[in-house]
């Protein structure tokens, strides 16, 4: 075997060899753009731009984040980087200074300028994917795959912090206020556009809807606001709803969604189940099961979460490594991004009968499950 591995070294070419060390170097540098882009989102470099009538020169740049007149070149590095990779643009102006523009992603780090960017900015999901206790827990990835005492741990966060990444949020505030704004952030944008592409899913809700896990109702207001009808009810943790606002279109429960769900024609579980592994889905979903009618009376589950590969074949590469990564940062909670079969097993345990995948554009899917 040895010298098979040899000779096939021996047939590569210079080229092919400095080829595949520049591959390999880029893959070990890809985590400094995921750097780059948080730092990009804690200055405002986006807010920055869009401000200055959405193109800006370096030194109004620095100005504007208020970054140190010593890092001015370094900055300039930094955006250079943000540039290449496609966070922002960059033009050479007839004076030679170069001015930085917005692109459809930077758009989405813009918060600033009024309620449509705000529902539509991004970046505190920005702050929850480059979290540094999330992103420290990948260190112990070698530990946690073969280390005995590691054997005991389910993820990566609790080998590397001694706790889950639940009991953390729970005691830390500035935690906890990041990952809600996160996740709610991801809902202003993403359930709007949802509602209005996928009518069929939600066009058939019931009376009233139970949105379990749903924080301080960011989704569950963008519901109430399309479908005024629906009863919309979020269950969540009583630690978690004791900051919810007031929201006379909303009803706040609290309790543990694997105990008890609110009775509902439909249930709601946004960016849950890959949270958890199969046993404890199963046990979710059975609580599901019971507060929802029966089928032919209008009952429903509807799962906004990711079914790996349901694109097919034709899938772009983007959007197939997103996926594969999404899946492998999920690890870091035990959690799972899963294939269609993985989501069919869970639902037949659960004792669903039936359930649709409408694939959606972007990261995710919609599975609506039967009883």
Known sequence: MASHVQEDELTMSSDDLLQA??????????????MALGAATDLRIADAIHLRGGAVTL?????????????????????????????FSAEVKASGDMVYKLTRVSRLLVGAGGESSRRRDLSPMVGVFVNPVAITAFFSIHEWFTDEKSAASPSLFEVAHGCTRWEMIAKDASDDRVFNAGMAADSCLSMEILLRECNGVFGSLGSSLVD????HGAATAVVAKAFP???????????VLAGAPV?????????????????ADTVLLKWILHDWPDEDCIKILCQCKKAIPTRDAGGKVIIMDMVV???GPQQETMSQEAEVLFDVFMMYI????????????????????????????????????YP
């Open 21 to 34: 060390q520049l591959e390999l170097y880029h893959h070990c540098f890809v985590y400094v753009k995921s």
């Open 59 to 87: 030194s109004d740049l620095a100005a504007d984040t208020r970054i140190h007149p010593t890092k001015l070149s370094h900055l300039r590095r930094l955006m250079r980087v943000l540039t290449t990779s496609g966070i």
């Open 212 to 215: 379990v896990g749903g924080a």
């Open 229 to 239: 009808h629906v009863k919309c009810t979020v269950l969540d943790l009583p630690r």
């Open 247 to 263: 929201d006379d279109n909303l009803t706040f429960v609290p309790g543990d969604m694997f105990e008890y769900i609110p009775p």
């Open 309 to 311: 590969g349901s694109a």
């Open 334 to 369: 035990d959690g799972i991004q899963r294939e269609e079969h993985e989501w069919r097993k869970i639902f037949f345990e659960a004792g669903f009968s039936d359930y649709k995948i409408t694939p959606v554009t972007g990261i995710r899917s919609i599975i609506e499950v």
